[in-house]
């Protein structure tokens, strides 16, 4: 029996890569300053500013981020006509012992990313299933792609994650006391450009 190929079909792309250069002692400044002005959301703290992107301190960092989200329009995307894929919203979140992230998507976006400033030992960002293709449950000895209701990236300092928006996501609670604790950076986008195909009657020009 020759050995058989199992193809993935319509896979959801987690796009990781580390900064070109470390956080700066000013962006790690300005991100706890902003954490510190915080209000509760579902497990942990979000900034009150939701638009921390915009501030001159954040400039740098932003062209950091938009370069990697040309990339993945590349990579992932690679349109047939120019779009562009722009930062709308963006905050901070501090978790402290205990905290975490539920499980959530992001309304009104594209996709969307997280910086990290401060990660815990072990950290990830999961990724869950939100389909239906189990018909029923059936305890697996393994896991992998196919079986899995749970995908755990593993994330560090000075990385940024970009994902599609409608991909449900969350943080598990962090276990170590950091001084500080965990921080990040998360971000939504939109686009502009001509999307779809006047030949088939999908034609629309954005922005």
């Not at 030992?121 to 697996?140: A, E, L, Q, V």
Request: hydrophobic share 40%.
């Amino acid at each position: 029996m020759h050995p058989p190929v199992i193809h993935a079909a319509f896979p959801w792309p987690i796009y990781t890569a580390l900064l070109e250069r470390d956080l700066s002692k000013d962006e790690i400044a300005f991100a706890y300053e902003q954490g510190q002005k915080n209000e509760r959301n579902v497990g942990g703290l979000i900034s009150r500013n939701r638009r921390v992107l915009d501030h001159r301190r954040m400039k740098d960092l932003r062209a950091m981020i938009d370069d990697n989200i040309d990339l993945y329009i590349k990579r992932i995307i690679a349109p047939r006509d120019p779009i562009r894929i722009y930062i709308t919203q963006s905050w901070f979140n501090l978790l402290r012992l205990g905290m975490h992230h539920h499980q959530h998507t992001h309304a009104n976006s594209i996709l969307s990313g997280v910086v990290y400033f401060k990660t815990q030992p072990g950290d990830t960002i999961n990724f869950y299933r939100h389909d239906h293709r189990h018909m029923f449950m059936i305890p697996s000895i393994a896991g992998n792609e196919f079986n899995s209701d749970v995908v755990q990236v593993g994330v560090e300092d000075n990385e940024i994650v970009i994902f599609p928006s409608s991909l449900t996501h969350g943080v598990d609670p962090v276990a170590i006391d950091r001084e500080r604790g965990r921080m990040s950076l998360s971000f939504n986008t939109f686009i502009s450009g001509n999307v779809g195909d006047e030949a088939s009657s999908s034609g629309l020009v954005i922005g």
